[in-house]
């Protein structure tokens, strides 16, 4: 009788340990929830006692709030995509820039290598034929000092501080920055004009035809010695064209909004404005390096054309054969040149 109490005894208590053990279990439990509870409603009532506290908030999330100024931006009191649009700009453009005039230069080098100056197949004959008008010239020259005096400023924008910074005190780094500015945006708009008219002058001349195809297809005679016929302008001359209409329309277009921002543009507007501007123009830099190779070191006879507006009677022949057979024969628009072919007292190469 006394076991059987005692076994009852034990059962009893060992159940009774499992309640007290579960019950402070709960209450542990109970007790941890409760604190976080606590916690997070002292949180939040702190941040209700802190004056403004949601709209700061607000301010650093980008939130626009109600402002009596007319502009759509000034109610943006942190905006963070100034940041992102630097690590843009500093970042993947200025690398491709590195990389697109790195790259022009280094395929100069292997051409001049390779193939050397295209030298007049039978010699200069002392004849010259008139193939650049006056008025070409001036637009020609116009737009090219303006265009080499806007790379060098953008350039100094883009790399300025990795480039001419260590070479230079802060005092003239500083100077040269606020005239390079100026030159710029005073340089950008005369160059929007002389490229309309440069399109306009020479839009006539840049029709591609059948003949261009087949100028192409024989590299225009850089890497042999075959000439393909060309006429008054070959397909490489044309292709640039076309590259300074598109391109120099995307640097201008842009160029203009960032010069005149008074025109509601946003920031994002701007911001894209600006990356765009600055591809374009790295893209024009590159492909202008090889123009100005094949105009100059690469083709002997070709600069004389526009600095003096003629070229030599077998230049012409060996270059643009058909538009010379057209002065010959006075057809078209080429008739008018037969005059100009005399012998030149100018010197037969610069």
């Known amino acids: 009788m006394l076991r059987r109490l005692l076994g009852r005894s034990r059962r009893g208590g060992a159940c009774v340990g499992a309640l007290v053990l579960m019950a402070l279990t709960l209450l542990l439990f109970a007790g941890a929830s409760s604190e976080a509870a606590y916690a997070a409603q002292s949180r939040n009532e702190a941040s209700e006692q802190i004056p403004g506290a949601a709209l700061w908030r607000d301010v650093r999330q980008g939130v626009s709030g109600i402002t009596n100024s007319p502009d759509a931006e000034h109610g943006n009191l942190i905006n963070s995509s100034g940041e992102d649009w630097r690590q843009t700009r500093n970042g993947p453009v ?10 022009a230069a280094l395929g100069i080098g292997l051409l001049f290598l390779i193939r050397g100056r295209i030298r007049v197949d039978n010699g200069f004959s ?18 090219a000092i303006l265009f080499v005096v806007l790379a060098l400023t953008g350039l100094s924008f883009l790399y300025g501080k990795e480039l001419l910074l260590p070479i230079m005190d802060r005092a003239s780094f500083a100077a040269w920055g606020a005239l ?45 010695k075959a000439h393909p016929s060309a006429e008054y302008l070959n397909a490489g001359e044309k292709l640039w064209f076309w590259l300074v209409v598109f391109g120099g329309l995307g640097v201008s277009i842009s160029g203009l909004i960032l010069d005149f921002p008074n025109f509601g543009q946003t920031r994002g507007t701007m911001q894209l404005t600006h990356i765009l501007h600055t591809l374009f123009a790295l893209t024009l830099m590159a492909v202008f390096l090889g123009h100005v190779y094949i105009a100059t070191l690469g083709t002997e006879g070709a600069l004389e054309g526009m600095v003096y507006g003629h070229v030599d009677v077998e230049w012409a022949k060996q270059h643009h054969d058909l538009w010379y057979q057209e002065v010959v024969e006075g057809k078209g628009a080429a008739a008018e040149k037969i005059p100009d072919i005399s012998p030149s007292d100018k010197p037969a190469t610069l």
Do not use: C, Q, S
């Open 180 to 224: 390079a500015k100026t030159l710029h945006n005073y340089g950008g708009p005369l160059f929007v004009a002389g490229l309309v008219l440069m399109i306009v002058k020479w839009l006539p001349h840049n029709r591609f035809k059948k003949i261009d195809a087949v100028w192409l297809a024989k590299g225009g005679g850089i890497l042999t």
């Open 94 to 103: 200025a690398a491709f820039g590195r990389w697109a005039l790195a790259l």
């Open 126 to 143: 002392g004849k010259t034929i008139e193939r650049w008008t006056a008025p070409d010239r001036v637009i020609h020259w116009f737009v």
